[in-house]
């Protein structure tokens, strides 16, 4: 049994996906959901970005992307699509990077994720050689503090992870000493993704109590 997991972040460059082109024109960042590519090819999308209509009309605009969906909450556009081109990422999901959080900013994209053990890494990086313009960045042990939480209730490391970051920034405390954008900017992943983890590990808790 392999037991080191490794936290990894990639850099990529030169990606031609409707996201990534799209940063490059407006200038406008975007942090997006791991992509999930379907069995017809197609891949589904949800991301954010700050309100810009510029973005949304090129987004509109591109040939690639169906079924495009703004929803507006503050300052923030929160979007759904589906591309028909998909992108970089899928060859690394394909190698085994567990993908967290990709962020477009003008052009490039930072993908956040784990691999399981250095071999499963070696083949990461053996793909990325394969493609133009992706390069790791940065590398490190994932924290083992979170495992007994994990494994007693039956929680992944992010959720424990965005547990823990709520609490550490008084986000239950009452008042609400922290709003969920200062959180999520603490672990550096989208709103949307904060919620939808600490949700998941609620509801996980939640089952443990009342049905244990």
Known sequence: ??????????RVSGDDCPLAEATAATRVPVRA???QLRADGNVLLRFGAPR???????????????????SRAGDRDTYRCLSKHPCVVHELVSAGL???DVTYRD????????????????????????????????????REEAAPVAGRFGLTPPQVAALRAAVEAGYFDVPRAATSEAVADTLGVSKSAFLERLRRAEATLYRELFNG
């Open 52 to 70: 810009d209509d510029d973005l949304a009309a090129r987004l509109d605009a591109d040939d690639r992307i169906r079924y495009l969906h703004r």
């Open 1 to 10: 049994m392999i037991e080191e997991c490794l936290a990894v972040e990639v």
């Open 107 to 142: 052009g490039d994209a930072t993908i956040t994720g784990a691999v399981v053990g250095h071999e499963v890494l070696r083949g990461v990086m053996e793909t990325a050689g394969e493609t133009v313009g992706v390069r790791l960045t940065r590398t490190y042990p994932l």
């Open 98 to 100: 567990l993908v967290e």
């Open 33 to 35: 959901e791991p992509p």
